[in-house]
């Protein structure tokens, strides 16, 4: 009889940096698995998703304010058919400095969170 092996679902999350980009990795129970940095080359975005990927099956990453330093991390993980979920910063007029609101939702999504699908979300 063969054993079949269960691969948990895993979501990964992507802080974005000009050098570096940190990479980090939740079970399906958002139990915190493991971080790692990364170069900001097609090597290191390579390197990323392998490592991602060998946590578990790969459900989406979540990539910091896709602006300049998130760009080349985002095309590379959608032309690997990787889903994606913007996250953006703080609220700049939050009165509470260094929080990200999760309360409030939009479309279905928690508010910091939405899908990035080919650039037009």
Request: aromatic residues 8%; charged residues 25%.
């Given at each position: 009889?063969?054993?079949?092996?269960?691969?948990?679902?895993?979501?990964?999350?992507v802080?974005?940096?000009?050098?570096?980009?940190v990479?980090?990795?939740?079970?399906?129970?958002?139990?915190?698995?493991?971080?790692?940095?990364?170069?900001?080359?097609?090597?290191?975005?390579?390197?990323?998703?392998?490592?991602?990927?060998?946590?578990?099956?790969?459900?989406?990453?979540?990539?910091?304010?896709?602006?300049?330093?998130?760009?080349?991390?985002?095309?590379?993980?959608?032309?690997?058919?990787?889903?994606?979920?913007?996250?953006?910063?703080?609220?700049?007029?939050?009165?509470?400095?260094?929080?990200?609101?999760?309360?409030?939702?939009?479309?279905?999504?928690?508010?910091?969170?939405?899908?990035?699908?080919?650039?037009?979300?």
């Amino acid at each position: 009889m063969e054993k079949v092996i269960e691969r948990c679902a895993v979501v990964g999350g992507v802080d974005t940096h000009k050098d570096l980009h940190v990479a980090a990795v939740v079970d399906d129970q958002d139990r915190f698995l493991a971080s790692q940095s990364f170069a900001t080359t097609r090597q290191g975005y390579r390197l990323m998703l392998e490592w991602m990927r060998s946590f578990g099956d790969l459900q989406r990453v979540g990539i910091e304010s896709t602006g300049t330093y998130g760009a080349g991390v985002l095309r590379y993980l959608q032309k690997a058919g990787v889903q994606i979920l913007e996250v953006t910063g703080p609220d700049r007029h939050d009165p509470r400095p260094g929080k990200v609101r999760y309360v409030r939702r939009r479309g279905g999504w928690p508010c910091g969170f939405r899908p990035k699908t080919n650039g037009n979300a």
